[in-house]
């Protein structure tokens, strides 16, 4: 079953800071984030392996809380090439290279 | 370092026609490839992968196959196309160390079944 992910869109100004999170029904393993641009391909960002893991890229991080089964991706200090799609990806079950991708996060800074 | 590319970029074809875009991958040897597709406004939708020459796994069910005749290159076809089959569709490898392993999308193609 596909991740959800809250909120669906959120709108920003450059400077605010924002929270996308990735729920499943399911046990989550691992868990990935990917952005999309409109138009382009998605572009990996980080992936989370161990329940408790947090990962940090530039202004980006995000932590994995395996119990809740839930992942969430933290925006700081958001700038204007933030805007795109954002989605958390899984594999189910673990090592089968079954890939479930969230259902979406919309996100676009303004000036 | 690894490239993905994918043709053609955009597709109009008529409902009834055939279907045939083309993955191919430098620079890595023996990736996992994957075929998604999106339609338009939503998620990621995984088609078919493959573990290596010949080896393809379906995930949904259609009127689509893919095959894999070289270690990086990943063909997805159909015989007949619905209307239904328009999206974006999205070539993907990734380096097959089971779980954790990121996945690299190559540009997509934009089908559009008129």
């Known amino acids: 079953q596909q991740p959800v992910q809250s909120p669906q869109a959120v709108i920003l100004r450059e400077g605010e800071d924002a929270v996308i999170n990735c729920s499943s029904s399911k046990a989550l393993y691992s868990v990935h984030w990917y952005r999309q641009k409109h138009g382009e391909a998605p572009v990996f960002l980080m992936i989370l392996l161990k329940g408790g893991e947090q990962k940090g890229h530039e202004k980006i991080s995000a932590s994995f809380n395996e119990k809740k089964q839930q992942s969430s991706l933290y925006l700081t200090a958001s700038q204007l090439s933030y805007s795109g799609t954002y989605f958390c990806?899984?594999?189910?079950?673990?090592?089968?290279?079954?890939?479930?991708f969230g259902t979406g996060t919309r996100l676009k800074v303004l000036a | 370092s690894q490239t993905i590319h994918q043709w053609p970029a955009t597709l109009v074809q008529p409902v009834g026609s055939p279907l045939s875009l083309e993955c191919t991958v430098e620079g890595t040897s023996n990736p996992n490839l994957y075929w998604y597709r999106q339609a338009a406004g939503r998620g990621l939708q995984l088609l078919f992968y493959?573990?290596?020459?010949?080896?393809i796994s379906s995930e949904v069910p259609q009127n689509l196959s893919a095959s894999r005749p070289q270690d990086r290159q990943f063909i997805l076809s159909s015989k007949k196309l619905l209307l239904s089959d328009s999206g974006f569709y999205l070539c993907?490898?990734?380096?097959?160390?089971?779980?954790?392993?990121?996945?690299?999308f190559g540009p997509g193609t934009r089908l559009t079944v008129l």
């Open positions: 993907a490898w990734s380096v097959p160390r089971g779980a954790g392993s990121e996945q690299f």
């Open positions: 493959s573990v290596g020459i010949g080896q």
């Open positions: 990806g899984t594999e189910k079950p673990p090592g089968t290279y079954k890939y479930i």
